[in-house]
């Protein structure tokens, strides 16, 4: 199982990327993918995740109104629109994925199974 993470670059305050992270070597249309983010010298933080089946979006309150969250279960890819980007959203991105996540879990790294390379944003006020 591969996650390709792409998208990320350099932006300025205010500005919008679209991150994407596509699967390969098995579907995840049943289980959660997410992103995470860590800036240099932070722990990895939870961004966004979308819930198994259902599709259920969650965030974290630092993005949310600001970040969605999509999934294509037909390309297995999961995205992350980022809008009005700060400063503070520097960080290199990683897109995650994982079979039978329970909805407690879902901002937790360590419930996840597959991860990807990461790609890296900065921002510039």
């Known amino acids: 199982v591969q996650l390709q993470a792409f998208g990320g670059g350099s932006a300025q305050a205010g500005d919008s990327l679209r991150l994407s992270c596509a699967a390969s070597?098995?579907?995840?249309?049943?289980?959660?993918m997410a992103w995470f983010r860590q800036a240099p010298g932070k722990e990895r933080e939870f961004v966004a995740a979308?819930?198994?089946?259902?599709?259920?979006?969650y965030y974290a309150d630092s993005v949310r109104g600001r970040f969605t969250i999509s999934r294509d279960n037909a390309k297995n890819t999961v995205y992350l629109q980022m809008t009005s980007l700060k400063p503070e959203d520097a960080a290199v991105y990683y897109c995650?994925?994982?079979?039978?996540?329970?909805?407690?879990?879902?901002?937790?790294?360590?419930?996840?199974?597959?991860w990807g390379q990461g790609t890296l944003v900065t921002v510039s006020s």
């Open positions: 995650a994925a994982g079979a039978g996540i329970i909805l407690s879990s879902i901002r937790i790294p360590q419930a996840y199974d597959y």
């Open positions: 070597g098995r579907s995840f249309s049943g289980g959660s």
């Open positions: 979308v819930w198994r089946s259902a599709g259920r979006t």
